[in-house]
Structure formats: C-alpha cells, structure tokens
C-alpha cells in the first residue's frame, strides 16, 4: 500500500479527503496541531511547513504529497504569504525532491487567475496567470515552482486551483451567487485529488470545480488528463432548494 503525506491535514479539505482516502493509503498526516482522530491507516506527526528539515523528516518513506498547508484568505498579508505559502512550498518540494518522493499535489487556488473573473472572462489553465492578490501571487508563484521542480528534477506535480470547497449547505445559506460558480463539492474533491494521485502525467494544472452550470473556468484538460468526472452541480442544489421552498409556500 502506498504512503502518502498530507500537508495542513487538519484543514476542512483534509477532513474531506481522510475517510476516502485512508482506505486506499497509509495516511502520514501533518499539522502545525496534533490531530486527535487518527483512525486506522493514519499516523499524525506536528510539522511546520516553514521548517525544511520538519518536512524532509516528514516526507521520509513516502511515495506522495498532498500539499495543503498555507494561508488561504485573499486578505493574507504578504509576510504570511512568503513564509507559509510561497516558503512552505518551496520546503515541501525540496524536501520531496530529496526524499525520493513520486509526486506531489499542490493544493493552488483560483485566485492564481481572479482578474479573469473580476472582467468576467470564461478562463483555461493555460491562459496566462493574473492573480487578484497577494496571495493569488503567493500560489501562482507555488505553480511555476513546481514546474521547475519537474522540468529540472522529474518531479511529478499536479496543481489543483481549488474553487470553493464547502457542504451543501453553503449553497443554500449563501449571501451571493459565486458559490454557484465556485463550488466544489466534497465528493469531487475526494475524487479529482484521488485521480491526480493516479495519473501519469508529469505536471500540469487544472481548476477545482464541480459540474457548475455557472462554471467560469474550464475543465476540459481535467477532464482528459485525469480523467476527473463531476458529479455535482451548484446549480441543481439551488434550484432543488427553490423548489423546495415553493412546494411549502
């Protein structure tokens, strides 16, 4: 059974992917924190993605890692940025690169091209990057990174630019309509993270999104590359909520 390392295991997309994936692999999980709710197949270790050698130590015996850790709010402040995100990627590569590891799943964002969507232009993972942020900057800066890694040392690195990843309900109670866009489902999650763990590509990137009708970034290569297949659509849950509430009324 392979061996996989996760990053920022603690986060809310960790959460997600533990319980699928912990059958599949032997989950290392690493946090600033413990975690206490370790199951079978799951092994938590305290690393700090700033500390190189933490994370060489961390990375030993793996075959992959899902890279989570990072500040995540647009609001980020650029010293955060380049310690944690920019920083803590750059340790996580060098530190797989020197372990032996396979490949990597670097958990980018879709901030890495948000001007795009601030002008309302329908955008591919090949368009070039216009980051809406310092820390759209910080995770652009994470993609090249990586392939540098992979052009130079072989590194296989897979570049997910995440929506937004939230329950169901998040839909429902949501204050504006971006979800409807944005969404990624949980269940997506699991599986577009699993099937970049089993493709063969070398590097490529791709958007994080469910099935959205919505939809203002492409999956196309997503979908061919990995073979990633949604399953939900932000705007079926909404307009099954709209429904429900007009049966009530």
Same mark, same amino acid.
């Given at each position: 059974?392979?061996?996989?390392?996760?990053?920022?295991?603690?986060?809310?997309?960790?959460?997600?992917?533990?319980?699928?994936?912990?059958?599949?692999?032997?989950?290392?999980?690493?946090?600033?924190?413990?975690?206490?709710?370790?199951?079978?197949?799951?092994?938590?270790?305290? =690393?700090?993605?700033?500390? &190189? +050698?933490?994370?060489? /130590?961390?990375?030993? #015996?793996?075959?992959?890692?899902?890279?989570?850790? *990072?500040?995540?709010?647009?609001?980020?402040?650029?010293?955060?940025?380049?310690?944690?995100?920019?920083?803590?990627?750059?340790?996580?590569?060098?530190?797989?690169?020197?372990?032996?590891?396979?490949?990597?799943?670097?958990?980018?964002?879709?901030?890495?091209?948000?001007?795009?969507?601030?002008?309302?232009?329908?955008?591919?993972?090949?368009?070039?990057?216009?980051?809406?942020?310092?820390?759209?900057?910080?995770? =652009?800066?994470?993609?090249? &990174? +990586?392939?540098?890694? /992979?052009?130079?040392? #072989?590194?296989?690195?897979?570049?997910?630019?995440? *929506?937004?990843?939230?329950?169901?309900?998040?839909?429902?109670?949501?204050?504006?309509?971006?979800?409807?866009?944005?969404?990624?489902?949980?269940?997506?999650?699991?599986?577009?993270?699993?099937?970049?763990?089993?493709?063969?590509?070398?590097?490529?990137?791709?958007?994080?999104?469910?099935?959205?009708?919505?939809?203002?970034?492409?999956?196309?290569?997503?979908?061919?590359?990995?073979?990633?297949?949604?399953?939900?659509?932000?705007?079926?849950?909404?307009?099954?909520?709209?429904?429900?509430?007009?049966?009530?009324?």
């Amino acid at each position: 059974m392979e061996r996989i390392l996760m990053t920022g295991a603690a986060g809310d997309i960790g959460q997600v992917l533990r319980p699928d994936l912990r059958s599949q692999y032997q989950l290392r999980l690493s946090d600033t924190q413990p975690i206490d709710s370790c199951q079978d197949g799951e092994q938590s270790i305290i =690393a700090d993605v700033r500390d &190189l +050698a933490a994370m060489e /130590a961390a990375a030993a #015996g793996m075959d992959a890692v899902i890279h989570l850790a *990072g500040f995540r709010e647009t609001s980020a402040q650029w010293e955060d940025c380049y310690a944690v995100n920019m920083g803590g990627t750059y340790n996580v590569l060098e530190a797989a690169r020197r372990q032996g590891v396979r490949r990597v799943v670097f958990a980018s964002s879709n901030h890495v091209t948000g001007c795009y969507e601030r002008e309302g232009v329908y955008t591919r993972p090949d368009m070039p990057v216009r980051p809406d942020s310092l820390y759209g900057v910080s995770k =652009a800066f994470g993609e090249n &990174l +990586a392939r540098f890694y /992979a052009d130079e040392f #072989g590194l296989s690195v897979i570049c997910l630019r995440i *929506g937004s990843m939230r329950p169901e309900r998040a839909i429902l109670e949501r204050t504006d309509d971006r979800i409807l866009s944005a969404w990624l489902s949980p269940r997506d999650t699991v599986q577009l993270v699993s099937r970049s763990l089993q493709t063969q590509v070398v590097f490529g990137i791709y958007y994080g999104i469910s099935g959205n009708t919505r939809a203002c970034w492409d999956l196309n290569n997503a979908r061919t590359d990995l073979g990633y297949q949604p399953q939900d659509d932000a705007e079926i849950i909404a307009r099954g909520a709209g429904s429900d509430k007009n049966r009530q009324n």
